[in-house]
């Protein structure tokens, strides 16, 4: 087989093992690289999280990164928020919402996070590399780090909004 011919198949089976490490993880969730090097130009991957995690919001700005995200199991709140930190807008992504909307592609620089609503959630992810953690992610300034204590209370204010989100559907 040439490195052209290589592929990788996305299976259940392995959504399964990846569920069973983001169990076992404090982050609750884990992620499975496509692409071969965090030096590769297109950073394609798996992101399977658990109900609990908590994604600092965060922005892509340095270089500016778009970043497309597609729920294939699960279902997640997709937050946008302006410069103070005020919701702009709230998704509700998953092959289960109502209406059935999947994912979202957003423009770099966006302020954002997500929250998984169902017990699990797997997010396929695609953005530009390659991938610098010193330079990856812009952390909002007006919302706790994953870790701060303030952290739960945060994520609780906005699982209640996307709650608050599917009632109105």
Known sequence: MTD????????????DRLTARA???PR????WNLHASLE??????LNVMLRGTFVAPHRHTTPPKPESFVVLHGEVAFFQFGESGSVEALSLLGPDTSPRVFGIDLAAGVWHTLVVLSPAATIFEVKPGPYTAAT???FAP???REGDADAPAYLARLEAL???ARTFE
């Not at 052209?4 to 259940?12: G, K, V």
């Not at 609750?28 to 992620?31: E, G, I, P």
């Not at 590769?40 to 991957?45: G, S, Y």
């Open 4 to 15: 052209q011919l290589r592929s990788q198949l996305i299976s259940q089976d392995q959504i």
């Open 23 to 25: 169990q076992a993880l």
């Open 28 to 31: 609750r969730r884990v992620n």
């Open 40 to 45: 590769d130009p297109v950073h394609r991957f």
């Open 136 to 138: 990856d992610k812009d």
């Open 142 to 144: 007006w919302a706790p």
């Open 162 to 164: 996307a709650e608050k």
